[in-house]
């Protein structure tokens, strides 16, 4: 799961939980239980409620394979979070797209588009008169692989830019939106930042740590692409 305070990627231990037994039937024993634990990347408190099969003898009862099923605290925490690697100011836009979205598409959208548009001018340093115009331009860039640019590209289609010049060109005003594009749009922006921020970093830090133990041994370090012993990290 990912902390809701710090969005890193993390392996949840609880330090208690408190487990119950559906009183309907269900399939099989189930029953459900109130854990809380402490991040071990931020160390901020965490309390979940969670689903599982219920299990219970003299000693006490708890849940086996239990799954997350609501995050009770922090209250505020979204259901889609960015890795803290990515730049605050994109992390923002994109969890206020996710906040909203229950309740406005159309603004989700709205934010979504600016914050796509955005990402493509100032990390990829793309500028074009529309943003189909910026999409065509990134997907033909060398470095990326397939899995982003064609979802990427789908945004033009999902969206359907070329009837609605608004979209296209005043990325963030509110207007109608398309079956699916709001959330479409979360996804790709997802993918995106993951491939545009986290990915480079992690990889980074895992070049940094080899070269560390090559030191040690008295080897050469590992270059990266630039011929360096370590690559510049992405523009943020």
Partial sequence: ??????????????????????????DGKTGYDVANGFCPACGELIVLFRNGKYVSQSHGSWLTDPVVEQVLYPTDASE???DGEVPDRYRRDFDEAST???????????????????????HFGIRAP?????IERFVELPEVPPYISDAVDAVRNVGNL????????????????EPGEAD?????????CDFAFVQPK????RRRALNEKLANLGKPPMLGKSGSAGASPPAT
């Fill in 202 to 205: 992690r990889l980074e830090e």
């Fill in 162 to 177: 070329a009837a609605h010049p608004t979209k296209d060109q005043n990325t963030g005003e509110v207007v109608d939106v």
């Fill in 80 to 82: 889609r979070a960015l």
């Fill in 184 to 192: 479409w749009l979360l996804d790709v922006l997802d993918s995106l």
């Fill in 130 to 134: 529309s943003l189909a115009k910026e």
């Fill in 1 to 26: 799961m990912k902390c809701p305070h710090c969005n890193k990627a993390i392996h949840f231990e609880e330090s208690a939980a408190s487990a119950y037994e559906y009183s309907e039937p269900q």
């Fill in 100 to 122: 909203v979205l229950p309740y406005s598409p159309k603004a989700s959208a709205a934010i979504s588009r600016r914050l796509l548009q955005q990402i493509l001018r100032e």
